[in-house]
């Protein structure tokens, strides 16, 4: 650290770091200082007392820890929270949600992205990983908003060589955007809808451009089953056959992976990862969720998510941190997996990895993006603190994430959101909900047949 002044100086707080093996721990009576984007030093409050600075904040009581990462979601789908309850999967996306997304504009794809942003920065989520259409618009919403994302325009075969063409043009035009705050993916939408030949074609095109690859696969066993009836393959086999395994891959869900297809995975040329959304899973009723132990086994991280609100209701990550530990509890029978440590690994270099971030994001150490957050632990819920690390996964909420800072600039401070007008956003939406929720036109963007 230098005597010159600081862009940004946290101080008073606990700081959540890493060991040189990975282990997150925490100091106390701790300070982040921040120099340009960067976090330039983790170091005592005493250090910093005389320092000056831009920007100060006084943060105690609160815990600095690595912004949160949405692995997956389907940032503009909040403008359809709610509108498809209760129903099994194929009913969803057949009967509401594909008739509801034939009519979507870009106007509408703007303005979910801009309630699904605000909502993420009011949850301490800095950076997410979106895979949807009309992208254009959402990457100009990230640019505008602050946050960091990893973007990717969907694509199915029935489109033809044009949605092919067009998820590369995107990804073209927009990596490193936003003062390199975007990266950006191919994003074939899934193995049952986007056949073998579009897949190897995308595996050409990622390698031959340097992209990396994020799609469903394996989303549920009743994929996987449907898979080996008809092809006689699972459908992560079906991404190694198509080479889209020997590609750096971000694979959404994957609850339907079976134990044959952990060496497929294993011996993947690619850097592989998967993104979990357990509270999804468990409104479907999906008999399996993502198989975390088994892909820690094998050296594959699992970075939480949200999936889209049409699904999820919500895009907290929190939430999923904390769902992710039950579940892995309940489904192993093990108490004792996942601890509350782990989950936090989870929530920050293992998902910073999963968007191919990992050497840039996830821990607040010297040298790594200044995506911050401030969690308030003087509520009732998360009083008194015997194990810092359970109280953050098991009791703390987004609702206690106070300020989120994204390459140092601060774009919310003590719960106010400094770049987002929240109120405008939803007056034009509600005028735009009667138009897209209409299904009287009979049309469908796709089917589900798996």
């Not at 910093?48 to 943060?59: F, W």
């Not at 009011?122 to 990893?150: L, S």
């Not at 975007?182 to 809808?193: G, K, M, S, V």
């Amino acid at each position: 650290m230098t005597d010159s002044p600081a862009d940004l100086v946290i101080t008073g707080c606990t700081v959540l770091v890493h060991d040189e093996l990975e282990r997150p721990g925490f100091e106390e009576d701790a300070a982040v200082v921040v120099r340009d984007g960067l976090v330039d030093s983790v170091t005592t409050a005493a250090a910093v007392r005389h320092l000056g600075a831009a920007e100060r904040i006084d943060a105690h009581g609160q815990v600095a820890m690595p912004g949160l990462v949405n692995c997956h979601t389907h940032a503009p789908m909040v403008a359809l929270r709610g509108v498809a309850e209760d129903l099994p999967t194929e009913e969803w996306f057949n009967d509401v949600v594909w008739p509801i997304e034939s009519n979507l504009t870009e106007q509408d794809v703007e303005l979910g992205a801009r309630l699904a942003c605000a909502e993420m920065i009011r949850g301490g989520v800095t950076c997410f990983a979106d895979h949807y259409f009309a992208m254009d618009a959402v990457a100009a919403v990230v640019e505008e908003c602050g946050m960091r994302a990893h973007l990717g325009q969907a694509y199915f075969s029935s489109q033809g060589p044009q949605g092919r063409e067009e998820s590369l043009e995107f990804a073209l035009r927009h990596r490193g955007g936003a003062g390199g705050r975007i990266t950006t993916a191919l994003a074939p939408h899934a193995p049952y809808t986007v056949d073998d030949a579009d897949l190897a074609a995308t595996a050409a095109l990622a390698r031959e451009h340097g992209l990396p690859v994020h799609l469903h696969a394996a989303e549920n066993r009743d994929q996987t089953e449907a898979s080996l009836d008809r092809h006689g393959v699972t459908p992560i086999e079906v991404l190694g056959r198509t080479g889209i395994l020997d590609t750096d891959v971000l694979i959404a869900h994957g609850t339907g992976i079976l134990e044959r297809d952990l060496p497929v995975l294993a011996g993947a040329g690619g850097r592989v990862a998967v993104a979990s959304a357990p509270r999804g899973y468990l409104k479907f009723a999906w008999p399996t969720t993502t198989p975390v132990r088994a892909l820690r086994d094998i050296g594959i991280p699992v970075g939480l998510a949200t999936d889209g609100a049409a699904s999820n209701n919500s895009l907290d990550v929190w939430e999923s941190m904390a769902l992710t530990a039950l579940l892995q509890k309940s489904t192993t029978g093990d108490p004792r997996w996942l601890t509350a440590r782990q989950a936090l690994h989870h929530a920050t270099l293992q998902s910073a990895r999963a968007v191919g971030l990992g050497d840039t994001l996830g821990t607040l150490a010297a040298g790594r993006r200044a995506d911050i957050v401030l969690v308030d632990l003087t509520g009732p819920h998360t009083q008194p603190v015997h194990d810092l690390a359970a109280t953050l996964v098991h009791s703390a909420r987004a609702s206690d994430v106070t300020t989120t800072i994204v390459d140092g600039r601060v774009l919310m401070r003590d719960r106010e959101l400094l770049t987002l007008d929240v109120p405008s956003v939803v007056r034009e939406l509600e005028q735009r909900l009667p138009a897209l929720v209409d299904r009287g036109h009979g049309r469908r963007i796709q089917d589900y047949r798996t």
